[in-house]
């Protein structure tokens, strides 16, 4: 399934606006739920998270920052 460039542009646009606020809010609860571990511990939990987070997603956000290949002048 190849996804256009201008798609991929929108659908990044649509994680990073809607994705990222539940990821921070999703991140700050699982970290209550371990009763305030230690520094290490919770760097640790909000890293892992992050990854986990962003992996499905390379595809999209994959060559987003350079120029449209599918445009033709």
Known sequence: MTVSYKARRRLALLILLVGLPVYI???VTVVNWLDRPSI???LIVYVA???IWALPFKFIFKGIGQFDPDKTD
């Open 49 to 51: 998270l992050g990854i």
């Open 40 to 42: 290490l511990v919770e």
């Open 25 to 27: 809010v999703a991140s």
